[in-house]
Structures are given as structure tokens and as C-alpha cells.
């Protein structure tokens, strides 16, 4: 009898086989939202300092290819751009994610592999939107399999599922059989890293950026390198000392190729409405609609309680951050941000709100409390309690937030979003229509994602 075929094969066989026509309207439509809502957080993550150092390294390692570095002038080769255009993408905690989370980060580390592999072979935007659903399929499986339990080890888990998708973006879009593209997730497996020391260390959370970076990067590498016929295992998912072995506890095998090709999961994809840690959102968007409806801020707190699940107590608990990425990180600093400043400005995440002693002492002083497992709602449901000093109390629950799959941003706050975050010029006017009309781009090259500087 022959042997069952390995995950790996199952998955390569997919992405080798998927065609544009294949894949149902409205998972093409998420693909193509998550597409323009990464490249406008590119855009704006490329004009921070911790980007412009990778960009550096970048131009001084990546030789003289043609796939550019976002926002910049630049063109290096495909795994240099793939690596600074991550970091840029996940830069100021913009891009999107999975609802529920499977710990993936599909815009920021599967747009760049593409962009990186497009623009050498002067692909089309049909083919790269093709290339993106088929990494966003295996890469959501594979963190599904997981079960959320490679972060309680410390892992973070994009920069261990991540080199898998980019591997599939990057393979698909060189062309790859699926015999090698087999081979580029037995690479992928050994490429893929990434430690939360920084939730702990209270410093250094800069880091935290270069993990998108380096998933993106180390699967252009394995496709690559499997194109030109180095080998990888192919149990690197399910085997011994493989992915679940290795990363997870309590792993699900059957996740990897569950429904595959004919459920698309990135219909489950979720955009950020804020430029905070994805945990954030709930408690963010309910103190900013209490604000709105009652009239307060912060000055007019007496209490603050937000109930949520132990992640966030476990993770997300940090009360003196000393990076704007650790404020980001930390929920009880975020929620005292939005009740001082607008969060619909990703610039209210900022040094000003990391130095503001009102804030600090709102976030050191609130009470961070576990929901109950009988509570309904999932990972990111929490319940904020606001007590105010003339003594008016209100609470609010929330399990969604506008952005996730059961309340999308409209195609007009999408457009609002990405004008904010690509500069609202003429070039971001014209990148969108591009970028909207994606399917007719005949070489990812045109794309105005550089710079003229």
C-alpha cells in the first residue's frame, strides 16, 4: 500500500494547480482588500527609523536586482526587498491578520515575498493576487494546526508559519513544479524564528518588526534555492521533529490541508482599524465609542477595569513600556491612549502618548482582570467597566471590531485608511486605482510603490 501523500505534497499540489478562475469572487475581493491595505501600511512604515535600517541593509546587501524597496528609490535583490518591504509592512502594527486568529499575518509577510518575486519576473497583478491566495491557504492552515500554542512557548508564531506562505508565493510565482515547491517548504521549516523576549524584557521591541521581515524573506530564499535543486524534508509539517513537533503542543495534523480548495480561508482574513496590537482592538474601540457617546476622557476617570482572556493577561499585560512597539504591544497602555487621543490617527500611537504621564499613570493604574471560560466571545472579546469621578458608570462588551470579517471596513473607510497611510498625494491616488484594479496591472513593475527621491 502506498504511503498516505505528506502535507507538504498535499499543499505544494494545490498552490501548483490554482488558477485565477479557480478561486471564488469573493475570496479574490479579501485578497485584493488585504493587498491594498498592506501596501498603504508599507508605505507608511517605510518612513520610520527602525525600516530606514533595514532598507540600509538592504541596499548594502542586496546587490543591484530589480525588485524595490517601498517608498524608496531603491531595487535589490528579491530576498533584500522581501526583508526590508516585511518590516515596513508590520512597522507600525497596521497590518492584518485572521478572525479567529491562527497567529498568521498574511499581508506583511506574503506581499512582500510577492512583490519581491513579481517585479523581477515582470509578472502581472493577476498572477500575483493568484500567488497571494495560495500562500494565504497554506499559510492560515499551518497556523491553525498549531492551535495558538506556539506562543506560550515563546515562539512568535508568524515568524514560524510565515516562511511556509512566502515559500508558496514566492514558488508559485517562479514557476515552480510541485516537486520543488515540495522542496521549498522542507527549506521554508528550517528557516523561520522569532522570540516574544521583548513582551518581557520591556525593551527591544523593535525586533518585533524584523520577524515579518524574515519569514518574508526566508521563503523567497527557499523557493529560490529549491529552484535550483537544493532539498528540504518533506514531513516538515507533520513529521518527527517537524513544524508541530518542534513549535506546537497538542497540534492538529488535519488542519494542514482541511478543506482545501474548497473553503477559502481568506475570506477570514481581518484588517486593522488601529495601529496598536490586534488584542487592543476590542477594549480601544469600545472606550473610543464611550468617550463619543458620554463625553469624557481620561481626566474624568476614577476606574478602569477591562476584562479579557489570559493571552492578554499573560502577553499583553505591560504597564511601563519604554518603546512606542511595547506600547503597541501592551493592552492597558492602549486603552489608555484612546482615552486621551484619537485613535483613528495611527500618529496617536506615538512618542507623545509614550511620554504622556496622564496616559502612563492611566495604564499603571488600571485593573486588568481574566474573563471567565463560561463568557462568551473568543480570543480578542473583552469587556471594558468605566467609572468616572462624578460617578456614572458604563460597560461594554465587544467580540468584533470594524475591520474583522463580521463587520468589514467599507470600501470608502478602506480608501480613508489607506490615503492616511500612503500620504494622500497624487502618486497614493494613483497606487490605489492601481492597486483597486489589480487584475489589470500587466507588470508589477508599473506599480507606484517607490520613490522619485
Not at 527609523?49 to 524595490?68: D, Q, T
Not at 537544493?230 to 488535519?254: F, I, W
Not at 471560560?373 to 467597566?385: D, I, L, N, P
Request: hydrophobic share 45%; aromatic share 6%; with cysteine.
Amino acid at each position: 500500500m502506498a504511503a498516505a501523500p505528506t502535507a507538504a505534497r498535499t499543499l505544494a499540489e494545490f498552490a501548483t494547480g490554482l488558477k485565477y478562475e479557480d478561486i471564488p469572487a469573493a475570496a479574490r475581493e479579501r485578497a485584493r482588500q488585504c493587498i491594498i491595505d498592506t501596501t498603504g501600511a508599507a508605505l507608511f512604515g517605510s518612513r520610520l527609523p527602525w525600516s530606514r535600517i533595514v532598507a540600509g541593509h538592504a541596499r548594502n546587501c542586496g546587490g543591484n536586482g530589480s525588485s524595490r524597496v517601498i517608498g524608496t528609490a531603491l531595487s535589490v535583490s528579491p530576498p533584500a526587498a522581501a526583508l526590508a518591504n516585511g518590516v515596513c509592512a508590520h512597522a507600525f502594527e497596521l497590518d492584518g491578520l485572521r478572525k479567529p486568529s491562527a497567529g498568521v499575518h498574511p499581508g506583511a509577510i506574503l506581499l512582500p515575498a510577492a512583490l519581491a518575486v513579481a517585479e523581477e519576473r515582470h509578472a502581472g497583478g493577476r498572477e500575483l493576487l493568484t500567488a497571494f491566495v495560495a500562500g494565504t491557504e497554506v499559510m492560515f492552515r499551518i497556523g491553525l494546526a498549531a492551535k495558538q500554542t506556539t506562543e506560550a512557548l515563546g515562539f512568535h508564531a508568524p515568524g514560524i508559519n510565515g516562511p511556509y506562505g512566502s515559500a508558496i508565493v514566492a514558488g508559485k510565482l517562479l514557476g515552480l513544479d510541485a516537486a520543488r515547491l515540495i522542496q521549498a517548504l522542507g527549506i521554508a521549516g528550517s528557516l523561520g524564528g522569532g522570540l516574544l523576549a521583548f513582551a518581557k524584557a520591556g525593551n527591544g521591541a523593535m525586533v518585533k518588526r524584523l520577524h515579518m521581515g524574515r519569514a518574508a524573506e526566508a521563503g523567497v530564499v527557499a523557493a529560490l534555492l529549491a529552484r535550483d535543486g537544493y532539498e528540504g524534508p518533506d514531513t516538515v509539517l507533520e513529521g518527527q521533529y517537524g513544524y508541530l513537533e518542534a513549535y506546537a503542543r497538542d497540534g492538529d495534523a488535519s488542519q494542514f490541508t482541511k478543506g482545501l480548495g474548497t473553503h477559502y480561508d481568506i475570506v477570514h482574513a481581518c484588517l486593522k482599524r488601529y495601529a496598536c496590537h490586534i488584542t487592543a482592538h476590542t477594549p480601544v474601540q469600545s472606550l473610543q465609542e464611550l468617550r463619543a457617546e458620554h463625553g469624557f476622557n481620561g481626566d474624568d476617570v476614577a476606574a478602569l477595569t477591562i476584562h479579557a482572556r489570559h493571552k492578554i493577561l499573560s502577553h499583553h499585560d505591560i504597564r511601563e513600556p519604554r518603546d512606542v512597539a511595547g506600547a503597541q504591544y501592551s493592552v492597558p497602555f492602549c486603552a489608555a491612549i484612546a482615552l486621551y487621543y484619537d485613535v483613528n490617527d495611527p500618529l496617536a500611537f506615538s512618542e507623545a502618548a509614550l511620554n504622556d504621564m496622564k496616559v502612563r499613570a492611566l495604564a499603571r493604574g488600571l485593573t486588568l482582570v481574566e474573563m471567565s471560560e463560561t463568557e462568551k466571545g473568543g480570543a480578542w472579546a473583552t469587556r471594558v467597566g468605566v467609572t468616572l469621578k462624578d460617578g456614572r458608570k458604563f460597560e461594554r462588551f465587544a467580540e468584533e471590531f470594524k475591520g474583522t470579517p463580521a463587520s468589514p471596513l467599507s470600501t470608502d473607510e478602506l480608501r480613508t485608511k489607506f490615503m492616511r497611510m500612503a500620504g494622500a498625494d497624487a502618486r497614493a491616488t494613483q497606487l490605489h486605482a492601481q492597486l483597486t484594479a489589480l487584475e489589470d496591472v500587466s507588470d508589477c513593475r508599473t506599480l507606484a510603490i517607490g520613490s522619485v527621491d
